[in-house]
């Protein structure tokens, strides 16, 4: 008698938002895919279809609830299809997202991911397969009863997904998370409130991945986390994990974001400034330009303290390329302030900038300052375009500069352009140039032609003009 195969459970993971966000989704998808989960690429395909979810800003989650909505409707053909809100808005919303007609079966906070395979079962059955229904009968595990939706919102002081792999994509780049949560309480942000306290990863394990992903051809690793740099665990500081990545063999290139300018020490720097695989790169978050303001953020330093970082950094390292975030309109901030903040940005000089309008997070303590501080959206607005236009014209300055010089890049994917090759140098800069889509994932000396000003144009180095680059 021939049986026919069981088809197999496919799952769909869609993510917004930052880094350390798009590392989880890569997460889930490890697990499932160990749970026996197929990994599809989009959500008419799959049986599971979960939105990794972003809160950091108003703005993204309306975005997000919108989406979450329109594939709500693919219950409407196919009332199986479980939909999951993962990730950090469904730790702030919580089970308010189950109702609502959004038609979502699963809401589950960051530090959930773990008990996924579990909470699917419990959604649809054990052992339960694409177009049974429900699964195998109760009799077989009468301890999983079977419910219409579920909520998983513990968060915990442990959770660090330890012994837990990642689906990773092809290619020579990897995100290595090895911190969650956030120790901090910048008094406008939602982090810690959706992703508990800071937790850092055993040094051991972290070196071990890193191991196995330099063997499977990852040569570029970025180390992440809230708080990345005030890494500690066991005696390991984060100067000692980063030098220590930096030395694993097949390892060319490492990057790490975003660290507290507080915790940028000697030693951090001085690993930067000796390690080969270190990248010439910083970003490091100023948020605002003005002492005021910054007591009120609760950043926990100063304009110049946060100078005189800068000043280190790139005393060991002259040819660092900075980047930053900026707040504009942070509750109270006056006119003044914000002409604080386009001077910082004047006096360092950022190779990049990331802009936002302050956007006021329920339950963060920025959200009870008085009611007269809140900046209106047109004067906020306005800022914003100052201190956008101020960022471009340094951002072009200091591109111009650079052309002419020869640089590594690390060859990324294909451009729109026929036959352009897009690559990354290891200042964090995107250089498009002609080249052969074979050159995906291998490195190669180009140098750089003319700039858009945020972006460069640049050639390929024939064999005969790499004498002498280095
Ligand atoms: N409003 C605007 N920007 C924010 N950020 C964090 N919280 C908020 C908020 N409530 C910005 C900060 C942070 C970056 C990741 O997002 O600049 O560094
Ligand atoms: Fe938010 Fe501040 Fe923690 Fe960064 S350091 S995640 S801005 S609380």
Same mark, same amino acid.
């Given at each position: 008698?021939?049986?026919?195969?069981?088809?197999?459970?496919?799952?769909?993971?869609?993510?917004?938002?930052?880094?350390?966000?798009?590392?989880?989704?890569?997460?889930?998808?490890?697990?499932?895919?160990?749970?026996?989960?197929?990994?599809?690429?989009?959500?008419?395909?799959?049986?599971?279809?979960?939105?990794?979810?972003?809160?950091?800003?108003?703005?993204?989650?309306?975005?997000?609830?919108?989406?979450?909505?329109?594939?709500?409707?693919?219950?409407?053909?196919?009332?199986?299809?479980?939909?999951?809100?993962?990730?950090?808005?469904?730790?702030?919303?919580?089970?308010?997202?189950?109702?609502?007609?959004?038609? /979502?079966?699963? *809401?589950? $906070?960051?530090?959930?991911? #773990? @008990?996924?395979? &579990?909470? !699917?079962?419990?959604? =649809? %059955?054990?052992?339960?397969?694409?177009?049974?229904?429900?699964?195998?009968?109760?009799?077989?595990?009468?301890?999983?009863?079977?419910?219409?939706?579920?909520?998983?919102?513990?968060?915990?002081?442990?959770?660090?997904?330890?012994?837990?792999?990642?689906?990773?994509?092809?290619?020579?780049?990897?995100?290595?998370?090895?911190?969650?949560?956030?120790?901090?309480?910048?008094?406008?942000?939602? /982090?810690?409130? *959706?992703? $508990?306290?800071?937790?850092? #990863? @055993?040094?051991? &394990?972290? !070196?071990?991945?890193? =191991? %196995?992903?330099?063997?499977?051809?990852?040569?570029?690793?970025?180390?992440?986390?809230?708080?990345?740099?005030?890494?500690?665990?066991?005696?390991?500081?984060?100067?000692?994990?980063?030098?220590?990545?930096?030395?694993?063999?097949?390892?060319?290139?490492?990057?790490?974001?975003?660290?507290?300018?507080?915790?940028?020490?000697?030693?951090?720097?001085?690993?930067?400034?000796?390690?080969?695989? /270190?990248?010439?790169?910083?970003?490091?978050?100023?948020?605002?330009?003005?002492?005021?303001? !910054?007591?009120?953020?609760?950043?926990?330093?100063?304009?110049?303290?946060?100078?005189?970082?800068?000043?280190?950094?790139?005393?060991?390292?002259?040819?660092?390329?900075?980047?930053?975030?900026?707040?504009?309109?942070?509750?109270?901030?006056?006119?003044?302030?914000?002409?604080?903040?386009?001077?910082?940005?004047?006096?360092?000089?950022?190779?990049?900038?990331?802009?936002?309008?302050?956007?006021?997070?329920?339950?963060?303590?920025?959200?009870?300052?008085?009611?007269?501080?809140?900046?209106?959206?047109?004067?906020?607005?306005?800022?914003?375009?100052?201190?956008?236009?101020?960022?471009?014209?340094?951002?072009?300055?200091?591109?111009?500069?650079?052309?002419?010089?020869?640089?590594?890049?690390?060859?990324?994917?294909?451009?729109?352009?026929?036959?352009?090759?897009?690559?990354?140098?290891?200042?964090?800069?995107?250089?498009?140039?002609?080249?052969?889509?074979?050159?995906?994932?291998?490195?190669?000396?180009?140098?750089?032609?003319?700039?858009?000003?945020?972006?460069?144009?640049?050639?390929?180095?024939?064999?005969?003009?790499?004498?002498?680059?280095?």
């Amino acid at each position: 008698m021939t049986s026919t195969p069981t088809p197999r459970r496919r799952a769909y993971v869609e993510t917004y938002g930052c880094q350390m966000n798009i590392s989880d989704g890569e997460l889930m998808e490890g697990i499932l895919e160990s749970d026996g989960y197929e990994i599809v690429e989009s959500p008419e395909e799959a049986d599971v279809v979960l939105v990794n979810t972003c809160a950091i800003r108003e703005h993204a989650e309306q975005r997000v609830l919108g989406r979450v909505a329109q594939l709500g409707g693919l219950k409407k053909e196919r009332p199986d299809v479980v939909v999951g809100v993962t990730g950090c808005m469904a730790q702030r919303l919580g089970e308010s997202l189950l109702d609502g007609g959004r038609r /979502v079966d699963l *809401v589950m $906070g960051p530090d959930g991911y #773990r @008990d996924l395979p &579990e909470a !699917l079962e419990k959604l =649809r %059955g054990p052992g339960w397969t694409p177009g049974n229904g429900s699964g195998s009968t109760d009799e077989v595990a009468p301890a999983r009863k079977k419910v219409t939706e579920l909520a998983v919102l513990d968060l915990s002081l442990g959770e660090n997904y330890q012994g837990l792999e990642q689906r990773r994509s092809e290619g020579p780049s990897a995100w290595v998370p090895i911190q969650r949560g956030c120790d901090h309480r910048c008094t406008y942000c939602i /982090v810690p409130y *959706v992703r $508990g306290d800071e937790k850092n #990863r @055993d040094p051991r &394990e972290v !070196l071990q991945e890193i =191991r %196995g992903l330099a063997e499977s051809g990852v040569s570029d690793v970025t180390l992440l986390g809230q708080t990345v740099n005030s890494y500690a665990v066991d005696g390991w500081g984060f100067a000692d994990l980063l030098q220590s990545v930096a030395r694993v063999d097949g390892i060319r290139r490492v990057w790490f974001t975003s660290p507290h300018p507080n915790d940028v020490t000697p030693e951090m720097v001085e690993v930067m400034a000796t390690e080969p695989a /270190v990248c010439e790169q910083l970003h490091l978050p100023a948020q605002s330009g003005a002492d005021r303001v !910054l007591k009120r953020m609760l950043r926990r330093y100063t304009v110049e303290g946060f100078l005189e970082k800068v000043e280190m950094v790139r005393e060991a390292i002259p040819d660092v390329s900075l980047s930053t975030d900026i707040i504009v309109a942070f509750p109270g901030e006056t006119e003044e302030e914000f002409q604080a903040t386009l001077e910082l940005m004047r006096r360092v000089r950022f190779d990049d900038a990331f802009t936002y309008k302050y956007s006021s997070r329920e339950g963060t303590p920025a959200t009870r300052l008085p009611e007269e501080d809140f900046v209106p959206d047109d004067v906020a607005q306005e800022r914003l375009e100052r201190l956008i236009d101020l960022r471009l014209e340094i951002q072009r300055e200091i591109n111009r500069a650079e052309v002419g010089r020869v640089e590594e890049v690390l060859v990324e994917k294909e451009a729109r352009g026929e036959g352009q090759m897009l690559g990354r140098t290891r200042r964090n800069k995107v250089v498009a140039f002609p080249g052969e889509p074979e050159l995906v994932g291998q490195y190669t000396k180009v140098v750089l032609e003319t700039t858009t000003g945020a972006t460069f144009v640049g050639r390929e180095l024939g064999p005969q003009e790499l004498v002498g680059t280095g």
